[in-house]
T-cell receptor
């Protein structure tokens, strides 16, 4: 089975940098996804990591350490529109995405 | 615009009634999924289909059934709705069923069972 932990809530200031952590325990590992979900909307894909290291996509970066069962999503130059829930999801050797409960990020002026 | 369409957007249903949530995608994706999202529990997989004609059970399949007669459609049926099935239901698809494929989500159906 999967055990995925993320902080429930975070608050950060517009223009700042925030790091959202995700730890997981899994019997098999075939990659980790990050999704963004605005209130009342569908989740949207942000990033995928399967190898150790940092993947950068504009203001968003995602890091993975397989040996530590750890990932983080780094958001730079925060904007008000970044206020959303951020979902960490892990895949094992099966077909399913196993989601964490999500981190609700509030960006304040 | 290509994507996933879910219907209805929202529904209030009496307990014991039968209900089918519709999901259609036009991206020619082989794999499709149904999730429910509940406060404090996150997204949980109900059923999935890796290709037309095949389906599989997810984490919380009881009380739900699916069919995959063709590539585009993946309806979810509640045979006899119960209040614990009150939730937001998301349909998703991916190009293949491989676990490295990102999933694309529909806008969801908000279902209330009274």
């Amino acid at each position: 089975g999967q055990n995925i932990d993320q902080p429930t809530e975070m608050t950060a200031t517009e223009g700042a940098i925030v790091q959202i952590n995700c730890t997981y325990q899994t019997s098999g590992f075939n990659g980790l996804f990050w999704y963004q979900q605005h209130a009342g909307e569908a989740p949207t894909f942000l990033s995928y990591n399967v190898l150790d290291g940092l993947e950068e996509k504009g203001r968003f970066s995602s890091f993975l350490s397989r040996s530590k069962g750890y990932s983080y999503l780094l958001l730079k130059e925060l904007q008000m529109k970044d206020s959303a829930s951020y979902l960490c999801a892990v895949t094992d050797s099966g077909y399913a995405l196993n989601f964490g409960k999500g981190t609700s990020l509030l960006v304040t002026p | 615009i290509a994507g996933i369409t879910q219907a209805p957007t929202s529904q209030i249903l009496a307990a014991g009634r039968r209900m089918t949530l519709r999901c259609t995608q036009d991206m020619r994706h082989n794999a499709m999924y149904w999730y429910r999202q509940d406060l404090g529990l996150g997204l949980r997989l109900i059923h999935y289909s890796n290709t037309a004609g095949t389906t599989g059970k997810g984490e919380v399949p009881d009380g739900y059934s699916v069919s995959r007669a063709n590539t585009d459609d993946f309806p979810l049926t509640l045979a006899s709705a119960v209040p614990s099935q009150t939730s937001v239901y998301f349909c998703a698809s991916s190009r293949t069923g491989d676990s490295n494929q990102p999933q694309h989500f529909g806008d969801g159906t908000r279902l209330s069972i009274l």
